[in-house]
C-alpha cells in the first residue's frame, strides 16, 4: 500500500512510463485498494478453524500438535505482556495458557474491572499479534498458588446463608451467573470463530481433586451448568470446552463428563504420559482423544520457610517433552513464564494448622524466569534453550508436514529489558502504624471504620467488608488477670497472664498492650501450639488499659477441601486469657487493607540518620512496634539514574512489604525466606520523583536504614 502511494502521488521519482492519473482517481483507487486489503484480512481470520478430528487438533484443517506455555496475564504488568510473549513463542512455542482469576475482576460484590492491568481483552489481543493460540482457563476456581484459588474474599462472610463453594448450590451459582454473565462476553470477540485467537476454554480446574461428578448429583449437575452456561454466552459449537483433572482415571471419574461435552485432559510432572493418554482415551469420545498434558510442571511452587527456591532438572524437563512429541502428543508447560503475586495476591496451601503461604515470587523455576531472563535448572543448565532445542528439532519436522506458518517459530528472542542496579536507599521518614490508625482507615464505603462491637468474638476481615491486609483488634485489658506474677530479673518486665486462641492465629498474631509489644515472638498459625505469657513493659507497677491483637493475612487457601479459610477471628474462633475463653468485651476492629489511598494519609516524622537511636522505635528491639518507612529516589531527566527493572534486596530487614510509588511489590520475608528480594518492573517507576514505602512489622536485624538493590533474585 505504501509503494502504490508513492507510485501515483510521486510520479517524478519513477520510470516516466507510469501515467499521472487525477486525483479523484487516485483517491478512489486507494480507497478500493484500503477495503480489499481489510476485506482480505477479515477473511483470512473469520476463515481460521480448529478442530478435533481423528485424534488430532486441526488449524486450518491441518494437523498440529499443541506447543502451550502458562502465562497468567495478572501477574505480568501490561508493558511487559509483549516482551513476555515473544520469549514463549521464541522458545518454539504456538500457544500460551492463562487463567481469568475471579477476584482480580470483581474484588467487591458487583464492581467488575477489565481496565489496565486487568485488561483481558487487550491481553489476548497482544496473544493474536504474537501468533499465539490461546487456552483460557475461565475458573471459576482456578488455583494458581493466588489467593482463594481465585475466589473473592466477599464470599466467606458476607452471604447470607453462607456459600457452599464449587458445587451447585443457589447462592454459589448466583455468584457465578452474575460473573460470567460478564466475563463471557468480553470473551467471545476473541475466539477463533469470530476472528480471535482463542481456541479452548476450561470449565473449572482439577475438580476430581475436590468434587466428585461419579457420586454428588450437584457436583454433577454444577459442571453441567458451567459448561451451558459457556453455550449460552459463547454460542454453541462456538469453542472447545475442556477440563484438567489429574493424569489418571481416579481423578478424571470424579471431575470430568463423559464424552463429546467437553475435551477431558490430564496433567502430571516430568514423566511418561503413557498413563494420561490411556485415561483420557475412558472420557473422550471416539476420534476425539489427541494426547495431551494440560499442565506439564517445569519447576514447581515455593513456601514460605521452604529450605530453597523450588528447582528441577532442565535436561528431564526437556526429555519428556521429547517424548510426548514424539509420540504425537501435545503440552501445556506449566509455567512458560511464572512472574510475580504482586500485592496480597499469593495464596497458601494447606488446611486448619497445616499451614504453608506462598511466597511472592512466582518464578516457578520456568524456562523465562520472573525478571524475563532465562531459568536454570537444579543441574545448571539453561532451561529455556534445552527445552527451545527440543522444539527447535520437532518445529522441522511439523513444517515438513505442512503445519501452518502462524504455528511456526523464528526462535529469535527479544534483547532483555533495560536492567540497573541502583545506589543504596536511605529512609529519612518513618511513621508508626499504632499513631496511625485512624488516617489508614478505608473512608467512603457502606461500613464505617473502625468497627465497634461486644461479644467474645470480634468479627472476622470479611464480615467487616475487608479482603486482605491486616486488622487490628483492640479492646480493655481483661479484669480475670492471674495472680501468679513474677519479675524477670534481666529485663525487670513483670510477666503475667497467657493468651492465646481455642485453635490457631489466623494467619499470624502480634500482641501490645498499651502500645508496647507483649509476647516475645508473633503467634504464627503452622507453629502455634499454647498460649504464651504477656510482658507488661518497663516494670513501672502501672495498671494496664489496653489489649492490642494485629492479624496479619497471609493468604486464603488456594486449594484443597478445606479451601474455606476466614481470616482474622472467625468460625467460632476466640481469644484464650490465662487458658480461658476471654468472655465479654468491647472490641474496636480497625480495618487496615494498605492500601495506596491509605498509605497517602499517613503521619510523617522524621528519622535518625542511621537509624542507630536506640530510644526511638525506628531500632529499639523493647519498644519497636511495626513502623513504616519512607524514601525518595530521582530517576531519568536530569538525573543519572535511567528507568528500569531491577529487584530490591531485603537483606537487614525481618519482614513486611514495600511499596513503590502507591504499588505493593508483595511481602518478604527476609528472616524465614528462601525468598531474598523483590522484583520491580520499570513499569512501577516515574521519571523523576518516585516514593518508596516499607512496612516492617518486626524489629530489623541491622541497624541502617537502607535498602539495597540487585539484577538477580
Request: glycine letters at 10%; one cysteine or more.
Amino acid at each position: 500500500m505504501v509503494l502504490l502511494y508513492q507510485l501515483f502521488s510521486s510520479p517524478t521519482k519513477i520510470s516516466t512510463k507510469i501515467p499521472k492519473f487525477p486525483n479523484i482517481i487516485l483517491i478512489h483507487v486507494m480507497l478500493l485498494l484500503t477495503l480489499l486489503v481489510a476485506a482480505t484480512a477479515v477473511a483470512r481470520a473469520t476463515d481460521q478453524t480448529f478442530a478435533i478430528e481423528n485424534n488430532t487438533f486441526l488449524l486450518n484443517g491441518k494437523s498440529i500438535q499443541v506447543m502451550s506455555g502458562s502465562i497468567h496475564y495478572s501477574r505480568v504488568k501490561p508493558s511487559l505482556w509483549r516482551d513476555r510473549l515473544q520469549r514463549l513463542k521464541a522458545m518454539g512455542l504456538n500457544a500460551v495458557q492463562t487463567y481469568v482469576m475471579w477476584n482480580f475482576h470483581e474484588a467487591n460484590p458487583g464492581e467488575f474491572d477489565f481496565t489496565g492491568d486487568r485488561d483481558l481483552s487487550q491481553f489476548l489481543q497482544i496473544c493474536a499479534e504474537e501468533d499465539l493460540l490461546v487456552l483460557l482457563r475461565l475458573g471459576p476456581y482456578s488455583c494458581g498458588e493466588w489467593e482463594f484459588g481465585g475466589f473473592p474474599a466477599f464470599m466467606i462472610g458476607q452471604q447470607d446463608p453462607p456459600v457452599q463453594l464449587r458445587t451447585y448450590e443457589a447462592g454459589y451459582i448466583a455468584l457465578v451467573d452474575r460473573w460470567w454473565a460478564e466475563l463471557l462476553p468480553v470473551v467471545k470477540p476473541h475466539l477463533m470463530t469470530n476472528g480471535g485467537n482463542v481456541v479452548m476454554v476450561q470449565v473449572e480446574n482439577e475438580y476430581g481433586s475436590y468434587g466428585d461428578v461419579s457420586k454428588n448429583p450437584n457436583d454433577l449437575k454444577y459442571m453441567h451448568h458451567l459448561v451451558d452456561l459457556v453455550h449460552m454466552h459463547l454460542g454453541n459449537n462456538s469453542v472447545q470446552i475442556y477440563t484438567t483433572d489429574g493424569g489418571n482415571t481416579g481423578y478424571m471419574s470424579r471431575g470430568t463428563l463423559n464424552g463429546s461435552i467437553v475435551y477431558t485432559v490430564g496433567d502430571h510432572g516430568p514423566s511418561s504420559d503413557t498413563s494420561n493418554c490411556e485415561a483420557m482415551k475412558q472420557y473422550n469420545a471416539v476420534g476425539k482423544n489427541p494426547c495431551m498434558d494440560s499442565e506439564y510442571y517445569t519447576g514447581w511452587l515455593t513456601h514460605w520457610g521452604d529450605s530453597s527456591l523450588a528447582n528441577t532438572s532442565s535436561k528431564l524437563v526437556a526429555q519428556w517433552i521429547d517424548d510426548i512429541l514424539t509420540n504425537n502428543g501435545s503440552f501445556n508447560l506449566y509455567m512458560g513464564h511464572g512472574g510475580t503475586s504482586f500485592g496480597f495476591w499469593s495464596g497458601s496451601n494447606g488446611g486448619g494448622s497445616s499451614f504453608s503461604p506462598d511466597i511472592t515470587s512466582y518464578d516457578y523455576d520456568s524456562p523465562v524466569s520472573e525478571g524475563g531472563e532465562h531459568g536454570y535448572g537444579s543441574d545448571a543448565k539453561d532451561k529455556f534453550v534445552a527445552i527451545q532445542n527440543v522444539l527447535r528439532r520437532h518445529q522441522a519436522h511439523q513444517q515438513a508436514e505442512g503445519a501452518p506458518l502462524s504455528c511456526l517459530s523464528s526462535f529469535i528472542e527479544p534483547p532483555l529489558p533495560p536492567r540497573y542496579v541502583y545506589p543504596d536507599l536511605m529512609f529519612t521518614m518513618q511513621a508508626v502504624l499504632l499513631e496511625n490508625l485512624v488516617s489508614l482507615q478505608p473512608l467512603g464505603g457502606v461500613i464505617k471504620y473502625p468497627a465497634k462491637t461486644t461479644g467474645d468474638q470480634p468479627p472476622s476481615m470479611e464480615s467487616i467488608g475487608q479482603n486482605y491486609g491486616f486488622l487490628l483488634y483492640e479492646t480493655d485489658y481483661p479484669s480475670n488477670q492471674t495472680t501468679n506474677q513474677t519479675t524477670n530479673q534481666t529485663t525487670n518486665q513483670m510477666t503475667m497472664d497467657t493468651i492465646g486462641f481455642t485453635t490457631f492465629p489466623r494467619d499470624r498474631a502480634h500482641v501490645f498492650v498499651d502500645d508496647v509489644v507483649a509476647i516475645s515472638t508473633p503467634m504464627y498459625r503452622p507453629t502455634y501450639n499454647k498460649s504464651v505469657p504477656v510482658s507488661i513493659g518497663g516494670g513501672s507497677g502501672s495498671k494496664p488499659k489496653k489489649l492490642q491483637v494485629l492479624m496479619e493475612n497471609l493468604g486464603r487457601l488456594n486449594y484443597g477441601a478445606g479451601m474455606y479459610d476466614p481470616k482474622g477471628f472467625a468460625n467460632g474462633e476466640t481469644l484464650l486469657w490465662n487458658d480461658r475463653p476471654i468472655g465479654m468485651q468491647e472490641w474496636t476492629t480497625w480495618s487496615l487493607p494498605m492500601e495506596t489511598k491509605q498509605l497517602e494519609r499517613l503521619s510523617w516524622k522524621k528519622t535518625t540518620t542511621k537509624g542507630d537511636d536506640a530510644s526511638s522505635s525506628s531500632s529499639s528491639s523493647s519498644s519497636f512496634t511495626p513502623t513504616f518507612y519512607r524514601a525518595e529516589m530521582v530517576l531519568g531527566g536530569d538525573s543519572d539514574l535511567k528507568v528500569g527493572d531491577t529487584y530490591v534486596v531485603c537483606k537487614g530487614w525481618t519482614k513486611g512489604s514495600i511499596f513503590i510509588n502507591g504499588n505493593n511489590l508483595g511481602r518478604y520475608w527476609e528472616s524465614l525466606g528462601p525468598q531474598r528480594a523483590l522484583y520491580i518492573p520499570a513499569e512501577f517507576w516515574l521519571v523523576g520523583s518516585n516514593e518508596i514505602i516499607l512496612l516492617e512489622l518486626e524489629k530489623r536485624k541491622s541497624l541502617s536504614l537502607s535498602l539495597s538493590f540487585s539484577t538477580t533474585f
